[in-house]
């Protein structure tokens, strides 16, 4: 939102509040889910943010995380998934 309370899209906001040009202004924005904790709080915080891709970087996984099974599990299903999988979601994309 703007001063006005107008709502703005995320090439607007870029170019206005970094004077960044946003090179790809159809591509599918990311989603990533974000969980905090707060002190005293016993559930942590869990809200979806959304992400210019063109504005992302890959980064390294710790060694704390490469030593977690947990999550290598769900990285491991999330970029390698199954044949099936894959051809549905490609359905899906091309819908």
């Not at 869990?46 to 030593?67: A, D, Y």
Request: proline content about 5%; hydrophobic content about 35%.
């Amino acid at each position: 939102m703007n001063e006005k309370g107008e709502s703005i899209s995320f090439v607007e906001y870029y170019k206005k509040r970094y004077n960044m040009d946003i090179k790809a202004p159809d591509a599918p924005l990311l989603e990533a889910v974000v969980r905090e904790r707060e002190r005293g709080v016993k559930e942590p915080i869990v809200r979806t943010i959304q992400l210019v891709p063109e504005l992302c970087k890959m980064t390294g996984l710790t060694e704390e995380i490469k030593n977690n099974f947990h999550a290598m599990k769900a990285i491991a299903t999330t970029t390698k998934p199954s044949g099936s999988t894959r051809v549905q979601e490609a359905g899906n994309f091309v819908k």
